[in-house]
């Protein structure tokens, strides 16, 4: 047809199509240097290469993160102590000659925060590998809008340069808690009005690298490859990229009203006649406090399954991979990520439980979360069974992948007396809620992450990385993010408050001060555990032993691309004839039959 | 090396029957009426929250609103009427027509500018009061919306335009999903002048 | 002295009624751990069993397991009991299930950053008007002395005395931000919302001193802003209120 005859006129006029993959950084020896530096690696509209500039900032964001995290760590274990070595170069504003302010120690926590969720996990996880390798998977040549795609990346990136910026203004950073609580948020210093900036910028680009997924996966997909015969993978990207579509406009919304509360005075989040340190404040009021938790919550706990449900799609990839095995239930796997994704709307308020809420909605919300409890307990089941029967190679993603089940395990068992209200009213903002959340993100999301990196950074580089450093990488990793993590269940139960600056002020705080202190240590120890990984992955990059298109012998569709895959992915178009596990199908010499493979191969 | 050639960029999915970009329309459509809904549910909590509410045909203009309904529907109508001329494949008619919007949509942010002013004059602020708060945020936001609209139809109407000559399928598909979302925003005005301004 | 109430763990619970929080506490990290352990020994033998061992290939004929299917509808059962046999009884007595005003001590606690002021009535049984323009440093709950209801007022700050097995119905409120008050001691623990008065109650079985925890972050003063809390025998407590109101009554007569 004349349009199909248009469009292909129309293409080569467009000079930025043509960019290209990292590849020639890495050791590839791809042609097509046509476009400047800048357009192929900076404004790229290749997917692989937002998804690599996504997955890098990431990484760095979860870096910056974490460091954060240590240096409040130095503040709950020593409370009162000048931070030796660094403590100096921090400005009066934070620290007085080594010792941490509580100003300064809740701008940490709240950036912690922050900076995870919007800027570290989800980027890496969605941004990074959904980019990258949805595409791939699903056998279309590029995202369906690369203009978007790389718009989407430039928010992302403005938007975390803001939130940095924030630390530098008068007052610092936002210091309200990552959830950003009002009055206490509508009160507080010029970095709160950064994060809500920038927050407007993250939203923005998560809109539109939603609408990519969602337009890529519905009308991308190559011949043959139905619904059905979709990778797991694409289906968690695909159910998450609807959470991001419609649980983030409320909080623009909620964004806009704290912004109006800040800038333009007005009251939305604020009572009438409140007195701040003796001063009546000059508002109007008649607002409500509890108007903005419900518009927060309405974006974050489907923001919870944001964070776990790529994840668990990459666990499912590499899982069914290594056990040369086809997963166990597919489409029950399915039916629960499409069935988590529509209840998380319906969740939103067990973090409310406390506020005053009647007995009739706390019981309704309990109910829904018992409820979602239920496909969550299937997802890990159909991947535990998938290991039965199988031939289980125990790599380094395969070993991340694995540990992921029990550490996710650990995460969703412990939000069960979180979610039922009567055991909340002791739990509540306690420690045993930290625990319960990063048993989910932190050895639950971040480890599928990891186990993605090694999965697939052949595929990515045309090298693979070093099981060595990977095994060393992963067992140091696993030993100390539960000492991190499973101590604060107990101080959680002794009724340890969050987000206290110095523990020892409470008494039964004080009682659990050694658990902190071992979780400092451990906490550290993480740090340096990761810099076998550091190492790992540049040196791979460089030195890593050159693979092959399908160095696992995977049956997915991005190992029938070349290792890397260059710009348009597949040399020639793929069909795919079967379903995306077939593992060890009988009577067939090789133990994997890749999707697009002809029945005679 | 070949470049990346997308499909249904300007054809239609056969099973799906709809273009790239009118399936990303739909769905970025379906998170601003969650970013509007969001901003409704405010209202409505903080409405029903508060004993008195003030009356907003008391407060507001509501002859002038009426004015810049009517503008904002004919807009609506003189965008489908500059996408039907795309169809009946004649680029003049469709230059009207979308110059026609674009003049329409301003006429509708000169009339709420002066909207503004007259209660700026009166010291009635966003700060003034919740209704006032509701009444500015709401309509502000709707404003943007507005304006974003009429940046996107004017770039259709010169730069854009030169894709009819080499692609006249896809920019009719272009300026059909500019019109979704010129009704979306004309939608969202039509919800929004009962219950700021009449109830 | 603090060192027999606290430990790692659940502390020691002096109310009459935080045992059956506690007891939803055991039984669902009895659950928990059931569910966590059997599942965890069948991955650790699924993975050793079937490692990777030289011509042996993965069997992938399509095999149905029922127990997960008995072991997921035995959990939402479980789920179910959770709900109904502990979570909403327990829930809905907090919240709804207040003693007898006739019968209990009324208390208003008005939280800011970072104290807590605590507002007894008098005799009357009666809180004084309160209006935040009157708030000042030597009246922090911005009392109108005007009204007659609020002369005989006890007030303290950062300091909760309740009598003994007395039921005690605490009015929140809070004068700038979110704070959450909460006593682990008591199982209590309630968000303050500025623009709101929340009750809560408790009741408590044993005499001490404890404290109140700030539970929402509320500034950068949250982590010191802890008041006492004092159980006090009947009379101890009957002793001091009427001294207090004394004094209350005393300055204010002519």
């Not at chain 3, 000042?136 to 007659?148: H, M, R, T």
Request: overall charge positive; some cysteine; charged content about 15%.
């Amino acid at each position: 047809m004349n349009s199909e005859l248009g469009s292909t006129l129309k293409r080569p006029k467009r000079p930025d199509k043509s960019n290209h993959k990292m590849e020639s950084l890495m050791g590839g020896r791809r042609e097509n240097e046509k476009l400047p530096f800048w357009r192929r690696y900076i404004f790229s509209q290749d997917h692989k290469v937002i998804g690599i500039q996504y997955g890098i900032t990431g990484l760095c964001f979860l870096l910056f993160g974490f460091t954060l995290m240590m240096l409040m760590r130095w503040q709950l274990a020593y409370p009162g102590k000048p931070l030796p070595l660094i403590g100096q170069f921090f400005p009066e504003t934070a620290m007085i000659s080594g010792i941490m302010l509580p100003e300064f120690y809740n701008q940490l926590g709240a950036m912690h925060g922050t900076i995870m969720v919007f800027l570290g996990v989800v980027p890496l996880a969605v941004g990074g590998f959904g980019n990258y390798f949805l595409p791939l998977q699903v056998g279309a040549p590029d995202m369906a809008f690369p203009k978007l795609n790389m718009v989407s990346y430039w928010f992302y990136f403005v938007g975390g340069v803001v939130m940095i910026a924030s630390f530098f203004v008068p007052g610092g950073a936002a210091q309200s808690g990552w959830t950003s609580y009002p009055p206490l948020a509508d009160i507080a210093p010029t970095g709160q009005t950064l994060w809500l900036v920038g927050m407007a910028f993250l939203i923005n680009s998560s809109l539109l690298g939603s609408l990519n997924f969602i337009v890529t996966t519905v009308q991308l997909r190559t011949e043959g490859m139905s619904f059905f015969r979709l990778p797991f993978f694409v289906w968690a990207q695909f159910v998450t990229a609807f959470l991001l579509l419609l649980a983030f406009p409320p909080l623009m919304a909620a964004a806009v009203l704290q912004l109006m509360d800040r800038l333009a005075h007005t009251s939305f989040f604020m009572p009438s006649g409140l007195v701040v340190a003796g001063k009546v404040l000059e508002a109007s009021g008649g607002g409500n406090p509890l108007l903005w938790q419900h518009l927060f919550w309405f974006l974050a706990h489907p923001e919870v399954y944001v964070l776990i449900l790529p994840a668990m799609g990459i666990v499912a990839e590499i899982i069914t991979c290594n056990t040369r095995k086809p997963i166990y239930g597919y489409k029950a796997l399915v039916y629960s990520a499409l069935f988590i994704g529509f209840m998380s709307f319906l969740v939103w308020a067990h973090h409310m439980y406390l506020t005053g809420m009647g007995t009739k909605m706390s019981a309704f919300f309990q109910i829904t979360t018992m409820i979602i409890s239920i496909p969550s307990v299937i997802v890990l089941t159909t991947m535990v069974l998938t290991l039965w029967g199988g031939s289980i190679r125990f790599n380094t993603p395969m070993l991340f992948a694995i540990a992921f089940l029990p550490m996710f395990g650990i995460g969703g068992l412990t939000g069960l007396p979180l979610g039922l209200a009567a055991a909340d009213i002791h739990l509540h903002d306690t420690y045993y809620v930290i625990g319960h959340f990063h048993y989910v993100v932190a050895p639950g999301t971040i480890f599928a992450l990891f186990a993605g990196i090694y999965h697939w950074f052949p595929k990515i580089t045309g090298r693979r990385m070093s099981e060595t450093l990977g095994k060393i990488h992963f067992w140091s990793s696993l030993a100390f993010i539960n000492g991190i993590f499973m101590p604060m269940f107990l101080q959680g139960l002794a009724g340890v408050s969050r987000r206290l600056f110095d523990p020892t002020q409470y008494a039964h705080a004080l009682s659990t001060q050694p658990l902190n202190v071992f979780i400092s240590i451990c906490a550290w120890l993480l740090g340096l555990a990761q810099i076998p990984f550091i190492l790992n992955f540049f040196g791979s990059l460089f030195w890593g032993r050159r693979t092959g298109q399908n160095p696992w012998e995977a049956t997915t569709l991005e190992w029938a691309a070349p290792s890397p895959p260059p710009h348009g992915n597949f040399p020639k178009p793929v069909r795919v004839y079967r379903g995306p596990y077939e593992y060890s199908a009988p009577g067939r010499k090789k133990d994997f039959w890749p999707q697009n493979a002809l029945e005679a191969d | 090396m070949s470049t990346a050639v997308i499909p249904y960029i300007s054809e239609s999915h056969p099973v799906t029957g709809v273009t790239n970009s009118k399936l990303g329309t739909w769905c970025f459509l379906a998170s601003e009426v969650m970013l509007f809904g969001g901003l409704f549910s405010a209202y409505v909590l903080l409405r029903t929250g508060t004993l008195e509410w003030p009356h907003g045909k008391e407060l507001l203009n509501v002859p002038l609103a009426t004015v810049n309904t009517l503008v904002l529907i004919t807009s609506s109508v003189t965008m489908v009427m500059s996408w039907a001329s795309l169809v009946m494949k004649s680029l003049s008619r469709y230059r009207f027509f979308m110059g026609l919007t674009i003049l329409l949509g301003l006429a509708f942010l000169v009339v709420k500018a002066f909207e503004y002013g007259h209660k700026f004059q009166h010291h009635l602020f966003p700060s003034t009061g919740t209704f006032y708060a509701v009444y500015f945020t709401l309509t502000g936001l709707h404003g943007l919306h507005v304006l974003g609209g009429i940046l996107v139809n004017l770039y259709f109407l010169v730069p854009g335009s030169r894709l009819w000559r080499t692609n006249p399928e896809q920019f009719t598909g272009r300026i059909e999903c500019a019109g979704l979302y010129w009704h979306f925003v004309d939608l969202v005005w039509i919800f929004l002048f009962p219950v700021l301004y009449l109830l | 002295m603090q060192e027999k109430y606290y430990g790692w763990g659940l502390p020691v619970d002096v109310s009459v009624h935080g045992w059956q929080v506690d007891q939803l506490i055991v039984v669902v990290h009895v659950f928990m751990a059931v569910l966590f352990i059997g599942w965890f020994s069948f991955l650790i033998y699924a993975l050793i069993r079937f490692r990777q061992k030289p011509a042996h290939q993965a069997d992938a004929r399509a095999r149905h397991f029922k127990l997960p299917t008995y072991v997921e509808a035995g959990v939402a059962l479980f789920e179910v009991v959770l709900l109904c046999a502990f979570s909403f009884p327990i829930f809905s007595q907090a919240r709804n299930e207040f003693p007898r005003e006739d019968k209990a001590l009324k208390v208003r606690v008005v939280a800011e950053q970072f104290a807590w002021n605590v507002h007894y009535p008098g005799k009357d049984g009666l809180f004084g008007r309160m209006d935040p323009k009157l708030i000042k440093a030597v009246n922090p709950l911005g009392l109108d002395p005007a009204d007659p209801a609020g002369r005989d007022d006890v007030t303290t700050v950062n300091q909760l005395r309740v009598p003994v097995h007395t039921p005690v119905i605490v009015e929140l409120a809070s004068k700038d931000v979110i704070h959450s008050f909460a006593i682990p001691v008591m199982r209590v623990k309630q968000d303050v919302i500025p623009g709101q008065t929340v009750r809560s109650w408790f009741e408590a079985k044993q005499t001490g001193n404890f404290q109140i925890v700030c539970a929402q972050l509320c500034g950068l003063g949250h982590y010191r802003m802890r008041g006492f809390f004092t159980v006090q025998d009947k009379d101890e407590f009957r002793t001091w209120f009427d001294a207090e109101t004394a004094k209350k009554t005393g300055q204010k007569q002519p």
